[in-house]
């Protein structure tokens, strides 16, 4: 085995994944994006979002805070701060070669490279304070510290960095304290609530739980509590109500927590969230200690999220809904065209090839010059189902599942039409074709045509189906 090969085959590859333009957030109730990995450093560096802002993965639809993605997070930020600053030095060292020619110049580059040292020493404590917040969220500790030496050629640079990760015991100490300082938010009634849940016993009384909102502008925060006092792990799963959304058409979002004592730790969103109401949901991931299986829903409530439920949340409502509805209208005559376009194909083959086997031996004849005329619309077809998909995964589809049914219709119609050409061609031959053949190409038929009618009805009913109470078209 070629190893440089290999080593080339996987570069080339790690390459292709940085430069594929797969990730978009939320800002300001809009879509940003697509984006590739050095594309998204540069934005996340000039401050276009924060680690605490939703990315969208298009390639599998996750959604994942800016902290979760390793490019992102705070010692890749470093390593790249390092690099830069590295250049500086190698530059600055440069210049003090030239200047250096007397005593004075050496007295003067003194006091400039000091000056300049303490500028840049605030700056490496106002980066080193931003690290250590980032990181507390990911239990670790980030030691930086910059040693610097001055001389009359130029300074040396010394950089020591480490990471010193939390032993269990530790880690539940820091969440503890955490939680509680979480706590101080909460308000006296909140707090008189958790004092009376956190005292009922779960023995007696069985799981009770209760979500506490308690930030809703900046960034969002929930607490967890419930009368477990053992240890477990929840996952806590965000859904929008997608008629009450502005901005988006859906948003899900799934955190795993752990509680300890009843408390549990604080769940965070980003200020970028679709504002609108939510359903929170919090499942079982890991309640061995309780005897309740993981996917298990303990409890659930519905909030409103990422502002104020008042008049102006009202108005940015009913203005997105007008954008919705015309899009959602739009949407349902594109697909009724691409549909009927889809019925002339099938309509033209079975009464074609019909059963009459003068019909037959015609058809045959000229069938070669038909078939190629067929495969540049056919291409044409699925270059558009790859469009319609790659908006479905970046959000700009209302009827994402109609989108998944025309794909659908459309590999029935390619496997009707190849089948159609195997036989017409045995066919044109033989002069005979077996009754297998025949039932083959009639179960293709009938499945292509069976899901025409399925989507020609689930398109009627959408152009049917009422507005919700807010004017939002409905799709299911």
Not at 191 to 212: N, R, Y
Request: aromatic share 10%.
């Amino acid at each position: 085995m070629d190893l440089n090969l290999e080593r080339k085959k996987i570069e080339s590859v790690k390459n292709s994944q940085q430069l594929m333009k797969k990730w978009c957030f939320i800002k300001d109730d809009y879509f940003h994006g697509p984006y590739n990995d050095d594309e998204l450093i540069e934005l996340f560096l000039s401050n276009k979002f924060t680690l605490d802002d939703y990315i969208l993965n298009k390639v599998d639809e996750s959604w994942l805070e800016g902290h979760e993605l390793s490019f992102l997070k705070p010692e890749a930020i470093q390593k790249q701060k390092e690099e830069r600053l590295q250049k500086e030095k190698e530059i600055f060292e440069k210049n003090i070669l030239h200047k250096i020619t007397e005593k004075s110049a050496v007295k003067n580059l003194f006091v400039d490279t000091t000056v300049d040292h303490i500028q840049e020493q605030q700056h490496f404590e106002t980066v080193n304070a931003s690290i250590e917040h980032s990181q507390s969220s990911q239990n670790s500790t980030v030691l930086l510290s910059h040693k610097r030496k001055l001389t009359a050629k130029g300074y040396l640079l010394v950089l020591g960095c480490g990471v010193l990760a939390l032993s269990p015991f530790l880690r539940s100490k820091y969440i503890e304290s955490k939680q509680l300082k979480q706590l101080e938010l909460l308000n006296q009634n909140q707090i008189h609530q958790v004092q009376s849940l956190t005292e009922k016993a779960f023995d007696s009384v069985g799981f009770q739980g209760k979500f506490f909102l308690v930030e809703n502008s900046g960034q969002i925060l929930l607490q967890f509590v419930s009368n477990v006092k053992s240890n477990i792990e929840l996952n806590i799963k965000i859904e929008g109500i997608p008629s009450t959304l502005v901005g988006a058409f859906t948003f899900n979002k799934v955190i795993k927590v752990a509680g300890h004592n009843g408390i549990f730790e604080p769940i965070k969103l980003s200020k970028s969230i679709p504002k609108g109401e939510y359903r929170i949901t919090a499942l079982c991931y890991d309640c061995k200690s309780i005897d309740i299986d993981a996917g298990k829903e303990m409890t659930s409530e519905n909030m409103f999220l990422n502002g104020l439920k008042d008049k102006s949340y009202d108005r940015e409502l009913t203005k997105y809904h007008q954008i919705v509805r015309t899009k959602a209208k739009d949407e349902l005559i594109y697909f009724n065209q691409v549909m009927n376009l889809f019925r002339d194909q099938l309509d033209t083959l079975s009464l074609r090839f019909g059963n009459n086997i003068n019909q037959k031996i015609q058809v045959s004849k000229y069938w070669d010059k038909y078939y190629s005329a067929w495969l540049p619309l056919s291409n044409q077809f699925d270059s558009e189902m790859e469009r319609l998909k790659s908006e479905v995964e970046s959000g700009e589809i209302f009827y994402d599942e109609v989108v998944a049914d025309l794909q659908n219709l459309n590999h029935l119609t390619k496997e009707y039409t190849k089948s159609l050409d195997t036989e017409i061609r045995v066919f044109f031959k033989t002069q005979h074709l077996t009754s297998e053949q025949e039932k083959k190409i009639e179960k293709l038929k009938d499945q292509a045509f069976k899901k025409l009618n399925q989507l020609s009805d689930r398109i009627t009913s959408f152009e049917k189906m009422p507005l919700t109470a807010n004017g939002m078209p409905q799709k299911n």
